[in-house]
């Protein structure tokens, strides 16, 4: 795979850059732009070079939601910055792409408006295709989805991998040969694609924390009431998992009925209650793991962070940033949880994917990566 460094004259040369844009949004205000920003320092490179650049991104999942409020915030942070409000293959959006000058950026309309983009459709990638002369992946939190801007444009354009991409892939491939003791923290909830990654880190990490709602399913089939918490549906033979030294499940958690909460052991949850956190005795036993640790990764909140409980979570992150371990942290929420604390420059790095970043460290690479090779 290629960085956009090595490209070795971009002037003048039309640049099409697949970023990831798909930011939270509520009635049009983007609530953190932390994936935005992570795509300035290859669109600022691209344009100091003199490349003509063409953003291309998705927001939502059903295509009826406009970049334009995306755009304002990029405008604010890219000098020659426009966006093209027409649709994404039209007369006008051809020749403001044609027009373009050196150092110019462009964003186009949101990709999902056209269905070819999530069915990967040849002819959809190949269109997409003739508005570039080169293709720039720096979207790695989509490079897990075969869709036509990720997988398919590659096939008609010589393909590169941006500068954040490049960082992700750097980043998380230290956890493949982590300094020791190594400490994987996962929570949130999805256990169905999680579990290939705790089989796999079971052998290779000296402790692996549970928390989050997949925490649930440990606690179900150790015979233990989980009420009406949030489990996974399957059969993940966690009895066998059970049996690790190296699994640690919270000792203490934090349930909620009729809007009342109390921390209580997970064998003692009531039928009616709903677990929504991990307790002070769990974090209390987790920041010792933290404070000896070499390496620390972690993916997905320990708490129903969006019903706010979050308060694990975030004392956690804050303890993690005055450690002396070096940390790779990643998933959505948790990426927010940080953006909410301004504390990402005391961390180590912090990955822009979700299941892209747990499908990279399942298996070691992702179709938008193979794309580029």
């Given at each position: 795979m290629q960085s956009i460094k090595e490209i070795k004259n971009l002037s003048g040369k039309k640049v099409i850059l697949r970023a990831?844009?798909?930011?939270?949004?509520?009635?049009?205000?983007?609530?953190?732009?932390?994936?935005?920003?992570?795509?300035?320092?290859?669109?600022?490179?691209?344009?100091?070079?003199?490349?003509?650049?063409?953003?291309?991104?998705?927001l939502g999942e059903d295509g009826k939601e406009s970049l334009f409020n995306v755009s304002k915030i990029m405008k604010k942070c890219v000098k020659n910055f426009d966006f093209i409000k027409t649709p994404i293959f039209s007369d006008e959006t051809e020749k403001r792409i044609n027009l373009l000058k050196k150092g110019e950026v462009v964003l186009l309309e949101n990709l999902r408006t056209e269905s070819g983009e999530k069915k990967n459709s040849p002819s959809f990638a190949r269109a997409l295709s003739r508005y570039g002369e080169i293709y720039v992946n720096d979207a790695f939190s989509v490079c897990h989805r075969e869709h036509a801007?990720?997988?398919?444009?590659?096939?008609?354009?010589?393909?590169?991998?941006?500068?954040?991409?490049?960082?992700?892939?750097?980043?998380?491939?230290?956890?493949?040969?982590?300094?020791?003791?190594?400490?994987?923290?996962?929570?949130?909830?999805?256990f169905e694609t999680k579990i290939p990654i705790i089989k796999k880190f079971l052998r290779s990490a000296d402790n692996i924390f549970i928390g989050g709602a997949i925490a649930n399913d440990f606690f179900k089939a150790k015979g233990y009431e989980v009420g009406v918490s949030l489990v996974g549906e399957g059969n993940f033979q966690l009895p066998v998992l059970l049996k690790s030294k190296n699994l640690i499940l919270p000792i203490d958690v934090i349930t909620t009925k009729n809007s009342k909460n109390r921390t209580t052991k997970p064998s003692e949850v009531m039928s009616d209650e709903n677990i929504v956190d991990i307790g002070p005795q769990a974090v209390l036993a987790l920041k010792e793991l933290i404070n000896q640790a070499g390496f620390?990764?972690?993916?997905?909140?320990?708490?129903?962070?969006?019903?706010?409980?979050?308060?694990?979570?975030?004392?956690?992150?804050?303890?993690?940033?005055?450690?002396?371990?070096?940390?790779?942290?990643?998933?959505?929420?948790?990426?927010?949880?940080?953006?909410?604390?301004?504390?990402?420059?005391?961390?180590?790095?912090?990955?822009?994917?979700g299941g892209a970043t747990l499908e990279f460290l399942a298996k070691g690479t992702l179709p938008g990566i193979r794309a580029l090779k």
């Open positions: 990831d844009l798909n930011v939270p949004m509520n009635n049009g205000t983007v609530l953190d732009d932390f994936r935005i920003k992570k795509v300035i320092p290859t669109i600022l490179f691209l344009q100091k070079k003199g490349a003509k650049v063409i953003v291309i991104s998705h801007s990720v997988v398919g444009i590659t096939k008609y354009l010589p393909g590169y991998a941006g500068l954040q991409l490049t960082a992700e892939i750097e980043n998380l491939s230290k956890a493949f040969n982590p300094s020791h003791p190594f400490l994987f923290i996962l929570g949130g909830a999805k620390i990764l972690w993916n997905g909140p320990l708490g129903k962070y969006e019903n706010g409980f979050g308060g694990s979570t975030e004392e956690l992150i804050k303890i993690i940033s005055k450690s002396k371990a070096k940390n790779v942290i990643g998933g959505g929420d948790t990426v927010a949880i940080i953006s909410k604390l301004k504390i990402e420059n005391k961390l180590g790095f912090v990955s822009t994917g």
